[in-house]
């Protein structure tokens, strides 16, 4: 809980603290091993929240919030000029296999789908994203981008009133 | 060049494209922000320099804008003496002084004299400053009504937005701030500053120019009243190449504005549905400074934006008709500068091979950063980017420490035909860097355009050099950088070519010239010829 509350603080340094603290008490908390990979990242040791990560994928291989978490990792990473987007992706696919619900991956794999053009990927992950999670705004700014891609500014407005009302 | 020069070539260490003199100029003023121990958030932006020939000498000087201090502070305005020497005659001009706390600079021959005058931003007023033509100023605020009163003035920006042949003004307004209204904030248990979101933000103002003297708050009937926001930087420009100067507007954790001219003293927002105003995930960036130049040769401007550290510096390719392709990862800009926090923008062609590259004025708001995140420090490197040719960037080493950078303009103060700059640093002294590439030997060809018609200045002219290979467009801007005010000339860089193609000018009244004949690795003035123009 420290570490949470440490990385919303952007004391993400304390917050890696934390969390090893926390996963040496409880070696069994996914939770932990999720914080620890995340704020890690937010620390700027990305090699070691991927190796965290991974270490935690081996350990808890049915947790598709590990999977998720990696995939937002490599994902950012690939951003900064690392090959990683393909690897992140299939994290993604590999968490929605286990818990098809889980917003991020839907959000995220809709996202490069819509960046790559690929529009019924998007629609569909996108959709998916706005069912588990309504409220969130990246997804409908998303839905609005793509619905104006389609040629569909009706939709496209009451996805872009959602995201300017969403908080 | 034989095997053995070749090899000597190849062997030697590249040399530095630029070299910091700013010791070795004379240039010895120091920032000062006033750092209080209640963190006020205006000293964290201040600092805006430009380059601007106040004497008509034909040298460029430079002015630099101070925050405040304990004491009283000094802005300075150091008069090119040649030679790579500067001497600082604020005082005789009688500009040395700003009854505010100084942001940054705007300069403009705004009444058409022939005289470069300028505007200082700053909190909680501006002031406009009319050169006499005999190295001194007189503050004319009160006359002209720009005072921008009880506002947190940042970058401003002269455009002539109804083409009447007269320069207004734009000045892009921050948050609502009052010392009174202290925020405490703490990064672990030091004070730091509140984020910009503890601030509610501004309506940034457009005053018209009467052509007496006066000027007119227009900011209502132009439609801009209800664009409230943080802005911070600005660039005029033709965005969507219909002959009318619009205006894109960086602004912090608000929405980016490109503000499209409706031909009728209006402007309409169309960042939403030009996707300029987010990034992809919908999120408002910290826009900070701005500048727009032709990177992928369409001949409509592009534009580049500086963000806070791990949202990266933002890179918007035109696309005519459509939205604004984001190229930030792919031209690099991502993977070069998320660790940094930018202010400070140009796009110049520094080498002038024919491709613009980018400079970039970095520097950290929280001195304790590092305690968050170990890939960002609070001092950061100035970057230079270069272009490899086709929208790619990579870094090229400027030697010297980090800074605090800020405010960031360019021009070629020696006129040699490669654009040098002066960046602002926190609470120090600025940083004048000279740009070497000359011994390099590439051709350019440099073009100083003077308006009768339209203004004199020809801010919003569109020059394209159309060559056997290619053509190049620039256009003379309004604003541009952050909280400062650049070399007016333009200087295509032309690489190996031993030959000007021509030079097609469309003035900012719309009127077309073309010109051929001209001399290479020289500037050229160019004259607006008498006509009707495109009226």
């Known amino acids: 809980m420290l570490g949470y509350f440490q990385t919303k603080l952007q004391l993400n340094r304390d917050a890696v603290r934390s969390y090893s603290r926390a996963l040496q008490l409880d070696p069994a908390s996914s939770e932990a091993s999720v914080g620890l990979g995340t704020a890690q990242f937010s620390a700027g040791l990305e090699d070691e929240s991927i190796r965290t990560l991974e270490k935690g994928l081996a350990q808890f291989p049915e947790d598709a919030t590990h999977y998720q978490a990696l995939g937002v990792v490599l994902l950012r990473v690939s951003e900064a000029g690392r090959d990683t987007k393909a690897r992140a992706r299939s994290m993604f696919e590999r968490a929605l296999r286990i818990d098809n619900t889980l917003p991020e991956a839907h959000y995220e794999l809709g996202a490069m789908a819509l960046q790559a053009s690929d529009i019924r990927s998007a629609e569909d992950h996108l959709l998916a994203a706005e069912r588990s999670a309504p409220n969130d705004r990246r997804t409908h700014f998303a839905l609005a981008r793509m619905y104006r891609m389609q040629g569909k500014p009706e939709a496209a407005d009451q996805e872009m009133k959602a995201f300017l009302s969403a908080k | 060049m034989n095997w053995l020069a070749l090899a000597l070539y190849g062997a030697a260490a590249p040399a530095a494209l630029f070299v910091d003199i700013t010791t070795s100029s004379g240039i010895s003023w120091h920032h000062s922000n006033g750092q209080s121990p209640d963190r006020y958030l205006v000293e964290s932006t201040t600092g805006g320099a430009g380059f601007l020939d106040f004497d008509n000498d034909g040298l460029l000087d430079i002015f630099l804008v101070n925050g405040q201090g304990a004491q009283p502070v000094q802005c300075a305005l150091y008069r090119n003496l040649g030679s790579g020497k500067f001497a600082d005659v604020a005082h005789v001009a009688g500009i040395a002084e700003m009854p505010f706390y100084g942001m940054g600079i705007a300069a403009a021959d705004y009444d058409n004299d022939g005289f470069t005058d300028f505007y200082v931003s700053g909190y909680p007023a501006g002031a406009l400053f009319h050169n006499n033509g005999n190295g001194t100023f007189t503050n004319v605020t009160a006359t002209a009504g720009v005072q921008n009163e009880g506002e947190w003035g940042a970058s401003a920006a002269w455009f002539d937005y109804d083409r009447d042949g007269r320069l207004d003004l734009f000045v892009a307004n921050y948050v609502q701030f009052s010392y009174s209204d202290k925020k405490h904030c703490l990064f672990g248990t030091q004070p730091t500053y509140c984020a910009q979101t503890e601030y509610q933000g501004s309506v940034s103002r457009l005053f018209h120019n009467n052509g007496d003297g006066t000027f007119s708050d227009v900011t209502a009937s132009a439609g801009l009243a209800t664009l409230v926001g943080r802005g911070l ?168 420490s980090p800074i605090l950078g800020r405010g960031l303009a360019t021009g070629d103060f020696d006129n040699d035909g490669f654009v040098d700059a002066v960046v602002m640093n926190l609470n120090d002294r600025p940083v004048l860097l000279h740009n070497s590439a000359a011994s390099g030997g590439q051709s350019w060809l440099g073009i100083k355009l003077q308006g009768t018609r339209s203004n004199r200045d020809a801010i919003g002219a569109r020059l394209t050099l159309r060559a056997s290979n290619g053509s190049t467009t620039r256009w003379i801007v309004g604003g541009g950088s952050f909280l400062s005010s650049n070399d007016r000339r333009v200087v295509f860089g032309l690489g190996s070519a031993r030959e000007v193609g021509v030079l097609e000018i469309l003035w900012p009244d719309q009127m077309k010239q073309t010109v051929s004949n001209l001399k290479l690795n020289s500037y050229t003035t160019i004259t607006e010829p008498a006509g009707d123009g495109g009226k």
């Open chain 2, 233 to 400: 930087g600005v660039v005029a420009v033709d965005a969507d190449g219909d002959g009318w100067p619009d205006l894109f507007v960086a602004r912090d954790a608000s929405p980016n504005l490109l503000l499209l001219n409706q031909h009728n003293g209006t402007f309409r927002d169309a960042g939403l549905e030009k996707e300029i105003a987010y990034n992809a995930d919908g999120v408002a960036r910290s826009g900070m400074g701005v500048d727009a130049g032709d990177l992928n040769g369409d001949g409509l401007p592009d534009f580049v934006v500086t963000n806070f550290d791990h949202e990266y510096h933002a890179l918007y390719l035109s696309n005519p008709g459509g939205v604004y392709k984001e190229a930030t990862v792919s031209s690099g800009l991502a993977r070069l500068t998320r660790s940094y926090v930018g202010w400070g923008v140009k796009f110049v062609d520094f080498d002038n091979d024919g491709a613009l590259d980018l400079l970039i004025a970095n520097g950290h708001l929280h001195e304790q950063i590092n305690m968050s995140n170990r890939e960002v420090n609070y001092r950061e490197p100035i970057l230079l980017l270069k272009n490899d040719g086709t929208g790619r960037f990579r870094r090229v080493e400027i030697p010297g």
